[in-house]
């Protein structure tokens, strides 16, 4: 005996299919819909410390690559997860004093959320003050470590990135003093063929009351 569908299973069926796909969407369109629960500092904050990262909280596990991240003022953002569900933004100079900041976030290139927070004044400007140091260390990476004194030459930064050697001792070729150098900017941990020497001459003594008396 041949079993037939009946028209009314063929509609139950349909039936089933279309709420499947429907939930299917629904379900799709909600785990899609990326959106930010709170903020660390929350918006309209005042008074937000110069060095405080931005934590944001996600109402789903979001890989950080996909989050950008426009400022005024202009900040060069770091951005990673702390855990699946949490982004922070992190900057590496502190944030100007005084200064109202207004953050978008984006996902996908669609601004997900905004965020405007005031920083605390400040007497210093912290911010000059990191920037000058990393001016430094970038000019003068061994600025620390100079003038290095030898029995046989002086060694100190004449400009940037240039060490000028003063040597002591007439019998030192130049070529001989400058190699010595070179090995120990190495062993001070700085790059050594990232940097230019040049020899300069034994300044004369300051003239005193007694080297004045004919």
């Known amino acids: 005996m041949k079993k037939y569908i ?14 499947s796909i429907i939930i299917a969407v629904i379900f799709t369109s909600k ?15 005042q008074n937000v410390r110069l060095g405080l990262p ?22 060069n953002w770091d951005i990673s997860n702390r855990d699946q569900d949490t982004v922070i933004l992190s900057h590496k100079l502190a944030f100007h004093p005084n200064t109202t900041y207004n953050l978008e ?30 001016k430094m260390k970038e000019e003068y990476p061994l600025s620390k ?14 400009v940037p990135m240039t060490l000028e050697i003063t040597l002591k001792n007439p019998n030192l070729t130049s070529a001989e003093v ?8 190495t062993s ?11 020899i300069g001459t034994d300044p004369l003594p300051s003239p005193t009351i007694t080297n004045l008396i004919p």
Do not use: C, M
């Not at 931005?54 to 426009?70: C, F, G, M």
């Not at 470590?145 to 004449?158: F, K």
């Open 6 to 19: 009946t028209k009314k299973t063929i509609l139950a069926l349909g039936l089933i299919t279309l709420i």
């Open 31 to 45: 785990k899609a819909h990326l959106t930010i629960i709170s903020s660390l500092p929350a918006s309209k904050t």
């Open 54 to 75: 931005i934590i944001l909280e996600l109402n789903q596990a979001v890989n950080a690559s996909l989050i950008k991240v426009q400022s005024t003022p202009e900040e």
């Open 105 to 134: 976030i984006l996902s996908e290139d669609k601004i997900i959320y905004s965020l405007e927070f005031t920083t605390e004044k400040s007497q210093g400007d912290i911010r000059l003050i990191q920037t000058i140091e990393e």
């Open 145 to 158: 470590q100079t003038p290095y004194i030898q029995p046989n030459y002086l060694v100190v930064y004449s």
């Open 178 to 185: 400058i190699a010595e150098v070179k090995s120990w900017v």
């Open 188 to 198: 001070v941990g700085g790059d050594a063929s990232a940097h230019k020497y040049v």
